[in-house]
């Protein structure tokens, strides 16, 4: 039995295609808003962060009304350290929109993502976007799509995809370049005529799998998901079961909401096929199944990919602990990482050997990035250790593998070559080389996660800001060896105290400093980069002698070189092994683990006595 007056399908592209933008577009053309509305731009990027970055970091719903049809529109992240969120939102659509930008062609998500939707099984619709642009190629990103799915063993069925040129920015979609460019219809007729309806059996016992997890102060938990068989009411009893069959809880289904635009609008009842949100029970998580009692058991989900990278949070220990955040003990940082947890199925949390320290793995350094910048902003007070590779053993060699990425670089030409010597150092392999347009290089290797750590900031150096780099998870592969990390030493603080001009002034010839003039420093903390490879221990609070002899030259203006202050991802990226970053609401700081010299040395003895 299928649900003919529904519609479900995601928005799925590559990072800055332009997915939201396009949302934005098909809510407005379809009449989701009244006409006194005050419409943002990317309205479906609601959280602080993913304003102020312009990505999206969590999967959204919106819904429009076409003909008589509603579209349930899922918004997806693009960037490949979200994955999570797409792997688990296409369970809930019957189609994809791929976009794919004209100019710049099949990047790395595209790949992820296009590989995803065809393995589920969905029929997608390819939408080249930003055709508007001057460096626009659209004969060229046709062939590269046609390319891929052939490379991602596409069935008959979905080699032959619909295909449209469109700028999402104007509002407008074609099927033919030399056509009118009026509005989106052929996007929406498109979806009406190629994304088959939901074909599910509305008779059976009432079943969904849960697909997103927020927290409402008045509801509590909402969860959203596709009704996949029967039928709810409200204050429906309902049982929840894990993947494993074991029941969680029992409860009501207090509030059901149905999608109405960017609004979710309490209805009476939901049936198969349309994606739901519900609320009243106080256990239930993703993924799920909530059924009605004569549901015999859980509902298939598809697992996702596990995660690849591991940081170790720890509390802050620092001189300055406690100061200037209101969550600073062990208890409130663990059960805030367990609650993420919860919600973030791409997030994995463990206690860790050391004492007051959890172990965090997720896709990448941009995932638990944000993360540390959301706690951060909720009061926390944290330390971050190096970000660490999650290896494994190859059951049948017994050899240990690590994971690798695909990394496709855009550089203009007289850079190419300082960034094929750096990736070579990080054990990078070269597989391919090609011109890109524009003086530009398209360089694509396939190097180990762990030889990426870091190395983004020196990226923008070698290529005066002008590279770009994408990168996507390529499997697991042999181990590499050691990796070449940070070649400079750092500069440490010797003393407690407030950094001095006078004493910054005598110290900016030994490196790169990092604080400024009257910051709180204490013994132990980094305050910049040693132009050498060695540690040094500087004392930066030290004032100068005063006499009551005034001698000529003695009243100079005492000029400091801006210090490099760095943001939470680049300062993650940036430390050593022996090294944290302390996170607070109001600072970003670098320290060695062990704050004292004499400690440091002993630990420095006993990793060379090890090694």
Do not use: C
């Not at 098909?26 to 993913?50: C, F, I, M, P």
């Not at 330390?383 to 049948?396: D, S």
């Not at 060896?481 to 900016?508: C, M």
């Amino acid at each position: 039995m299928s649900a003919p007056k529904i519609r479900n399908v995601a928005i799925i592209a590559h990072v800055d295609h332009g997915k939201t933008t396009l949302v934005d577009q098909l809510l407005k053309q379809s009449g989701a808003y009244a006409a006194h509305q005050a419409v943002t731009e990317r309205a479906l990027d609601r959280n602080d962060l993913e304003k102020e970055r312009g990505i999206t970091i969590l999967a959204k719903v919106a819904s429009v009304v076409w003909n008589d049809v509603r579209i349930n529109i899922v918004d997806t992240p693009g960037h490949a350290d979200f994955g999570g969120e797409v792997e688990r939102i296409l369970n809930m659509v019957d189609g994809a929109v791929i976009l794919v930008d004209a100019a710049e062609g099949v990047l790395p998500q595209t790949k992820f993502v296009l590989g995803k939707a065809l393995a589920r099984g969905l029929k997608p619709i390819v939408v080249v976007n930003k055709i508007d642009r001057g460096d626009a190629r659209p004969d060229d990103v046709h062939n590269e799509m046609f390319d891929l799915f052939a490379a991602l063993d596409a069935n008959e069925e979905q080699l032959d995809f619909p295909m449209l040129f469109a700028s999402g920015r104007q509002g407008w979609a074609v099927k033919d370049l030399a056509d009118p460019r009026e509005s989106l219809t052929p996007l929406f007729e498109l979806i009406l005529s190629h994304v088959p309806a939901p074909n599910l059996d509305a008779e059976a016992p009432f079943g969904m799998v849960a697909s997103i997890l927020e927290s409402d102060t008045f509801l509590g938990r909402v969860l959203t998901g596709r009704v996949e068989q029967g039928r709810a009411t409200v204050n429906m009893p309902v049982k929840v079961y894990r993947l494993d069959g074991t029941v969680v809880e029992t409860g009501r289904l207090t509030k059901l909401l149905s999608f109405r635009g960017l609004d979710r609008v309490a209805v009476d009842e939901v049936s198969a096929g349309d994606i739901v949100a519900v609320a009243g029970l106080t256990d239930a998580t993703i993924p799920h199944t909530i059924g009605s009692m004569d549901l015999p058991g859980p509902l298939p989900a598809t697992p996702i990919d596990p995660p690849t990278l591991s940081m170790t949070f720890r509390i802050n220990d620092s001189p300055l602990a406690g100061r200037e955040g209101k969550k600073v003990t062990s208890r409130q940082i663990r059960d805030r990482l367990y609650r993420e947890a919860e919600g973030n199925v791409a997030i994995m949390v463990a206690d860790s050997s050391e004492t007051d320290a959890f172990e965090v793995s997720g896709r990448g350094e941009l995932q638990l990035g944000v993360l540390i910048e959301q706690m951060r902003r909720e009061g926390f007070e944290l330390t971050i250790g190096r970000p660490r590779v999650l290896t494994r053993t190859n059951e049948e060699t017994g050899e240990r593998e690590e994971p690798y990425e695909e990394v496709l670089i855009d550089v203009d030409e007289p850079y190419a070559g300082a960034v094929v010597e750096k990736m070579s150092r990080r054990k990078g392999e070269l597989s391919d080389i090609r011109p890109s347009g524009g003086g530009k290089q398209r360089l694509t290797f396939r190097i180990p996660s762990r030889g990426l750590i870091g190395y983004h900031g020196e990226f923008l150096t070698d290529t005066r800001g002008t590279g770009v780099m994408n990168r996507l998870f390529a499997g697991y592969g042999p181990w590499k060896g050691k990796i070449e990390g940070r070649r400079n030493g750092a500069l440490i603080s010797s003393e407690d105290g407030e950094a001095v001009q006078y004493s910054l002034f005598a110290l900016q010839d030994r490196g790169v400093l990092f604080v400024s003039p009257g910051e709180k420093v204490y013994v132990g903390m980094i305050l910049g980069e040693h132009s050498r490879e060695n540690d040094l221990d500087i004392n930066p609070v030290r004032e100068k002698k005063l006499t009551n002899i005034r001698a000529a030259g003695k009243d100079e203006a005492l000029l400091l070189v801006p210090p490099r202050k760095m943001t939470l991802e680049q300062a993650i990226a940036y430390v050593e092994d022996d090294e944290l970053v302390e996170v607070t609401p109001s600072a970003v700081r670098l320290r060695k683990k062990h704050l004292d010299p004499n400690a440091r040395k002993r630990a420095d003895r006993a990793s060379g006595d090890a090694a």
